[in-house]
């Protein structure tokens, strides 16, 4: 078993790590204090081919393995959380979902401009009754002719002012629970879609979060994402790779943190001597350096077991649910760490922190992470 990067994995973490440094750094504040949506970057990740990764170049993706995208958003995330998060939703809640399932017409359609970042897309799960407990949908999609009319309310839709393709999950027969949900492939300009108002957030500001409203809308027959009753599989299957995507998207906050301690901690003097000779200062690095690896590789190795074609639900869970504990709690001594600068704006790490939170909430909170490895592990 080996634990090293090719020589393609090493090509993309440069890539990457330049273009964060060189396109992303530098409004990355501006964007946090404005809540302001990259849309440039975002063009220009989809030139890099860094919306569509793991898509194949079939369907006008880069073709890569997981391993890449995990690198690839650690290396963005590291720089600016809601660029990290805005891929991650294109790639692994909105691309892979449709290439699995969707048929040849719908790829052409809708997964080549995804893929290629010419447009962007969003996952619809969450409603405002219905958040840890997914299967309580409250959409309903009632087919009259060849066409769907749908019904109900989408919350805390990341991408969701910004995006053109909406991944809806709707109930098309309540008789059957869960097994009555069905996916559909919707465009912003169908008649009777509404995108709510902006969400003013704590964190992950460059991102856009909205509710979407369904009022009357037209969908085509056609647009059914794999067949009626589908839904929530492709919700729940979509959703173990999405854990990889914000796993990733923690990782890279981790090391930032880690790595603006280490820096300001040998600038920083104190007693007399940089505060890095303090064993109190190293005891924190220390466990800010061993709980990022930690994190890495259990994302690798989710990842290496989705590239495999192995069962991976509960490996996915473990990455999301330590690396996001380890953000929150890098982020946090971090912050003591700078002290009294560590709590504002100039020195980024308070950014950190509001970013790192929502790591432990979307995509299935720390919670219900539990919940499926446990049910993994007791399962017959
Ligand atoms: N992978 C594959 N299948 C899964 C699965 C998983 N991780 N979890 C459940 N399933 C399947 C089960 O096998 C079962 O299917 P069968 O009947 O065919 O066997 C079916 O789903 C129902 O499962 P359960 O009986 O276990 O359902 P439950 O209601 O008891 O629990 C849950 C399900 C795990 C709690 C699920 O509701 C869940 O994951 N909730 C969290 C939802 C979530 O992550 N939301 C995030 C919103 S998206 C978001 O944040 C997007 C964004 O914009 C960033």
């Known amino acids: 078993m080996k634990f090293e990067l090719t020589e393609e ?3 993309i973490k ?3 790590k330049d273009f964060a440094e060189n396109e992303i750094a530098p409004s990355a504040v501006e964007r946090d204090i404005k809540a302001e949506f990259p849309t440039e970057i975002v063009k220009k990740l989809g030139e890099l081919g860094f919306m569509g990764m793991m898509v194949s170049p079939d369907w006008g993706g880069a073709g890569m393995d997981t391993v890449s995208y995990v690198i690839a958003m650690e290396e963005i995330s590291k720089v600016d959380a809601s660029v990290g998060v805005i891929m991650s939703v294109n790639n692994s809640l909105v691309c892979y979902g449709m290439e699995k399932w969707g048929t040849d017409t719908q790829k052409e359609k809708y997964l ?5 970042g010419q447009k962007l897309g969003a996952f619809c799960l969450s409603e405002p009754e219905a958040g840890s407990d997914a299967t309580q949908q409250r959409t309903e999609a009632v087919l009259k002719g060849d066409h769907y009319i749908l019904n109900g309310m989408k ?5 969701g002012t910004s995006a053109d393709y909406y991944l809806i999950q709707a109930m098309t027969d309540k008789s059957k629970g869960y097994k009555g949900i069905t996916t559909f492939i919707v465009e912003k300009n169908f008649e009777g879609f509404e995108v709510g108002k902006k969400e003013d957030k704590l964190g992950i500001r460059g991102s856009d979060t909205c509710s979407i ?3 009357n809308c037209i969908v085509p027959k056609e647009n059914v994402l794999g067949e009626e009753g589908l839904g929530f599989k492709i919700a729940m299957e979509t959703l173990n790779g999405g854990r990889i995507g914000i796993a990733s998207q923690a990782l890279g906050i981790a090391q930032a943190s880690l790595e603006a301690s280490v820096r300001y901690s040998k600038e920083r003097k104190a007693f007399n ?3 890095s000779n303090l064993q109190a200062i190293q005891f924190k690095l220390a466990d800010m350096a061993m709980n990022t690896e930690a994190s ?3 994302i690798f190795n989710a990842a290496l077991k ?7 639900a509960k490996e996915a869970a473990e990455a999301k649910l330590f690396a996001s504990k380890t953000a929150v709690n890098n982020a946090l001594e971090a912050i003591q760490v700078h002290g009294g600068y560590g709590y504002v704006r100039e020195y980024l790490v308070e950014r950190f922190l509001r970013d790192a939170k929502i790591t432990e909430i979307y995509e299935g909170t720390s919670e219900i992470q539990k919940i499926v490895i446990a049910r993994d592990l007791l399962k017959d």
Request: aromatic share 10%; glycine share 4%.
């Open 296 to 298: 890495r590789l259990l």
């Open 213 to 215: 409203g369904l009022n």
């Open 14 to 16: 440069d890539t990457a």
């Open 112 to 116: 080549k401009p995804l893929a290629m």
């Open 9 to 11: 994995h090493k090509y």
């Open 306 to 312: 989705k590239d495999a074609k192995l069962p991976f």
């Open 273 to 275: 001597s940089p505060i």
């Open 155 to 159: 919350n805390w839709i990341t991408n």
